[in-house]
């Protein structure tokens, strides 16, 4: 009889955004004409400057062990970075750079969470919340929320799921998968309720640079003394910079908890990879316009696909102000988001996520990082599938 794995194995779920996105790849590698809406990531090149400046790291031979928390020299940028854009005071040392956002969230939820802590996770969440929480022996407690109110988060919804129990909640603004942007009066609401309880609050702010209209990211640790106690923070560079691939991301925490995060990855991936910190390096050190251009572009796409969705009587969605992602409501059409997705691809060759790996059965998520070409071929083929 061979030996089963591990029971926090049989807890978890494969990522769906991975699964479709590589079906969808496979597929087109079979010379499908496939149009893909299902990847979380930047069609553009990471800029030139940053390539750069990794190539150049890997020709002056930095390619050694690293700091597990980063290189000084980044960390050091990126405490100027969040005092500058965010109104935060982190110390370079209050700063752990990481394989990846998913990494710093996975970090700060390790270092946080006991076996039986509750952590609120609001519905539609990014898939990964509830896995980590579940391998840290945490307890996952989804909250649902409505496109009535933007799929926000209310006080009345905190109060109402929290209990003894809950450690940690868990806010992502702007958001994955809903675009949603929480205002700053929003945030503040919501972290009177964290102080009160004394609840940790993990603030994932990798979308930050992508708001659109009269949205307004605003750092959560930034409000007060107090919040800040509670409060991870964190980014990174996947979005920002097309720099998906190079897996960077951190959070910074207030000491005692950035301490306790850097002994959990001295123990599991050493450090982020050497000659990658100096390209990250540049893009916060180098010229920030090549951010401004792809947010301008994305915002185009995003009024022309919203345009484009409205006339698909089947479908119905809250217009994103962040992010680069729609969720559409295809309850109308009677099919189960899995199904939804599933037959799409067969018959029209379009990969979407179903919502159903995001808590919500009803929706499918559509990404806009892709060009108006695809993004009008896209719509036209989801428009004759529902119809």
Not at 258 to 267: G, L, P, R, V
Not at 337 to 347: D, M, Q, Y
């Amino acid at each position: 009889m061979a030996l089963e794995s591990a029971e926090r194995t049989r807890q978890l779920t494969p990522s769906a955004t991975l699964a479709i996105d590589a079906r969808a790849k496979t597929m087109k590698a079979e010379g499908l004409d496939v149009v893909g809406f299902g990847a979380g990531e930047p069609d553009f090149d990471t800029p030139e400057h940053i390539k750069a400046a990794a190539m150049g790291a890997l020709d002056a031979g930095f390619t050694k062990y690293t700091p597990s928390s980063g290189v000084p020299e980044l960390r050091a940028a990126i405490s100027e970075k969040l005092k500058a854009d965010n109104g935060l005071n982190y110390e370079p040392s209050q700063i752990i750079v990481t394989c990846g956002a998913k990494h710093a969230c996975f970090n700060a939820i390790l270092a946080a969470i006991n076996p039986g802590d509750e952590v609120l996770i609001p519905a539609p969440y990014w898939l990964s919340y509830p896995e980590m929480v579940r391998v840290a022996g945490g307890e996952p407690v989804i909250v649902p929320t409505s496109a009535e109110n933007g799929y926000k988060l209310t006080p009345e919804l905190f109060r109402e799921y929290m209990s003894p129990l809950t450690k940690m909640v868990i806010l992502n603004t702007p958001g994955n998968p809903t675009g949603t942007v929480y205002s700053e009066n929003e945030l503040a609401a919501l972290a009177e309720v964290a102080l009160d309880e004394e609840i940790y609050i993990l603030s994932d702010e990798i979308y930050e640079k992508l708001t659109y209209e009269d949205a307004k990211h605003s750092s959560l640790a930034s409000f007060s003394k107090e919040v800040y106690n509670l409060t991870f923070t964190v980014n990174g560079f996947s979005k920002p910079y097309a720099m998906t691939g190079w897996r960077l991301g951190y959070v910074a925490a207030p000491a005692h908890l950035a301490k306790a995060i850097d002994s959990i990855q001295s123990h599991t991936t050493s450090h982020p990879t050497s000659f990658a910190q100096k390209g990250a390096l540049a893009a916060y050190k180098g010229p920030q316009d090549c951010v401004a251009e792809m947010k301008k572009e994305y915002d185009k796409r995003r009024r022309r696909f919203c345009d484009l969705l409205a006339l698909i009587p089947k479908l119905s969605f809250v217009k994103p102000t962040g992010a680069f992602y729609i969720l559409a409501n295809i309850s109308k059409t009677g099919l189960s988001s899995t199904e939804f997705a599933e037959k799409l691809l067969e018959k029209e060759r379009v990969a979407v996520v179903p919502g159903k790996a995001f808590g919500d059965d009803q929706t499918v998520r559509l990404s806009y990082a892709t060009s108006i070409e695809q993004i009008e071929e896209g719509a036209r083929r989801l428009a004759k599938f529902c119809k």
